[in-house]
């Protein structure tokens, strides 16, 4: 099993070594392979990025662990649809602008105007229009009244936990 090493410069390794100081507020679960934050693009309500705790960028090389960290994927996605009730749940594990294992979990509304396409169009708008940023940022459930729902959720339906 190849893991890359932690590396200085990845924000993901930073959060993962501080999870208080990466993530603060946003900060929903510590699972035994992951932690799960809320994502600041909340006009996807629920919104959520799982954070590998191995400092790996494929899914290929965390090994045995592997289905550890899928399941706390799956176990994340069912909080999302019990506390959110998204039309549809999209899946994204890319890597390619942070090339540390991380899925995005999007909780798409039917009455999205863009549902049919990714959301990284809309992100992309974001990052050059002020007013989209903030209307993708907000969302209509305050973010700590997200975290405190998904982490009741999970609380109630017994999800692993680490330090």
Known sequence: MTHMSHDPN???????????????????????????????????????????????????????????????????????????????????????VVPHLHWHLFPRSAGDPERLRPVWFATERAEADPAENQRLRAGTVPPAECVARLQNWLTANGAPTAP
Not at 15 to 24: C, H, I, L, Q, Y
Not at 33 to 43: D, E, K, N, T
Not at 65 to 79: I, N, P, V
Request: with cysteine; hydrophobic share 45%; aromatic share 12%.
């Open 10 to 96: 990845c924000p993901m390794c930073k959060a993962v070594a501080d999870p208080e100081r990466g993530w603060g507020d946003r900060l929903v679960w510590r699972f035994p392979h992951s932690f799960a934050v809320l994502g600041p693009w909340q006009f996807y309500t629920g919104y959520c990025v799982l954070v590998s705790r191995a400092a790996a960028s494929e899914l290929s090389q965390l090994g045995p662990a592997r289905a550890a960290f899928l399941d706390e994927m799956s176990l994340l996605a069912a909080g999302i649809e019990a506390c959110f009730a998204p039309h549809k749940l999209n899946y994204e594990l890319l890597g390619n």
